[in-house]
Each structure stands twice: as C-alpha cells, then as structure tokens.
C-alpha cells in the first residue's frame, strides 16, 4: 500500500524564519516517485519538485530545498527565509511504479508566514 | 501554452440532479486524471485516462460517477443522482505521457450538493 503521511498539520512562522515540512512516506515498490505541491488560498496546485527513489541527492532552488532519506522514508520541505507569499498548504505525494498512475497525496500541510 | 482549465468553477445543484463537470488538459499531454479533494484532505485519485482509454478507476469512483474522453483531447466527468457527500472540490490534472511524470492541475470545480 501507498501512504503519505504530513503530521504537521498547521504551522505559523514569522517572516524571514526557516520552516521545514515533513513528509514520511510508505511503500512496497522498490522504484517510486516523491512530489510536492503548493496550493495557495487560490486553490490551485502548484508543482515544485519531482524525485525519483533511486536518486537521493537533495536539491535546492532558491530559497526552497528538499532532503530525501530512503533510510528514513522521508522528503522533507524547506523554505529559507520565509515570505509572506509562502502562505499556502502544501502537499507530499508519491506514485510507486507498480501500483497504477496515481498520486497518493498527504493530508497536507497549511503554513501561514506572519508579516 | 495554457494550463490545465475546468469548467465550471463552481457548482451549487439540488440532492438527485446530475452535474457534468468539463476538464481541458494542457495540449501536449495525452494523460489525464481526475481527483476529488474535500476541505482538510489532500487530493484523492477518481481516475486516468491514457488518451481515449480510461486505464485505471478508484474504488471512490462509485456507479453514479462516469467520465469519458472521447476524442482524447477534453474529459467530462458525469454525477447522477448528487448526493451531499458528493460535495467537493473536483480537480482534473493532466501529463506528459513519460511515466510518473508530474500532473499539472487545473484550478477545480467546487461542487455544493444542497
């Protein structure tokens, strides 16, 4: 079975503070794919990153980074310096090779950056 | 290049009437999806379709709910006889046809059953 689990389910941090949100993962599949997704008050969801279960090197993108840990089933989310536009829920989900096209996503994560 | 666009944006219907919702995917992506998100909860997988062919359906995809794609360009997704647990946010995503590539999202169809 596919599981995404966010145990944080709300966070409020003051502008120009780090904030890292967790993500831990469950899965059989020995080749599998991490996500994270951004969805403003807009309502849209936005992708931010891709990783494959076979490539553990983190990566960073401005002020965003993620570090992957097979050995802990996790992909951790962590936004420098936080900004008022940060505010969003974001979500974790993970598509194993095995079970079908679909992405199994997180409960999410609402962070709200205070000005 | 245009994203995903769903339409309509908002849905208020009676218990019992049927609704049709209608999901544009980015013109390059031959996969299409659609997933149900209600308030508090990450989006729930309904179904994919791999240009025409609808490939895969979730056990949540009851036999009130039926999509197509028959041209393999836009997809509908159809509810019959709505019920208030019906209520939700519709969302379609669309891909490029690499696997597991990521799905783009449209902007939703939120659905009120009153």
């Known amino acids: 079975a596919q599981k995404v689990t966010q145990a944080q389910t709300e966070i409020s941090v003051v502008e120009k503070e780090d904030v890292t949100l967790d993500c831990v993962y469950e899965?059989?599949?020995?080749?599998?794919?991490l996500f994270w997704y951004k969805q403003p008050p807009s309502g849209e969801l936005v992708f931010l990153i891709r990783r494959n279960s076979f490539d553990e090197q983190n990566e960073i993108s401005g002020r965003y980074s993620w570090n992957f840990q097979k050995s802990t089933s996790s992909f951790n989310f962590t936004i420098t310096a936080s900004q008022v536009v940060d505010s969003a829920v974001y979500f974790c989900?993970?598509?194993?090779?095995?079970?079908?096209?679909?992405?199994?996503f997180g409960t999410g994560t609402s962070l709200t950056v205070i000005p | 290049d245009t994203g995903v666009s769903q339409d309509p944006r908002h849905k208020i219907t009676k218990r019992g009437q049927n609704v049709t919702f209608r999901c544009d995917p980015i013109s390059e992506h031959n996969r299409l999806y659609w997933y149900r998100q209600t308030l508090g909860q990450g989006p729930e997988f309904l179904t994919y379709?791999?240009?025409?062919?609808?490939?895969?359906k979730s056990r949540l995809l009851s036999d009130r709910f039926s999509a197509e794609r028959p041209k393999g360009s836009f997809s509908t997704l159809e509810i019959q006889r709505t019920e208030q647990g019906d209520s939700a946010m519709y969302l379609c995503a669309s891909s490029f046809p690499r696997p597991r590539d990521e799905q783009y999202f449209g902007p939703g169809t939120r659905l009120t059953v009153t």
């Open positions: 989900a993970l598509s194993g090779k095995n079970t079908g096209n679909q992405f199994y």
């Open positions: 379709f791999q240009n025409e062919a609808q490939l895969e």
């Open positions: 899965t059989r599949d020995t080749t599998y794919y």
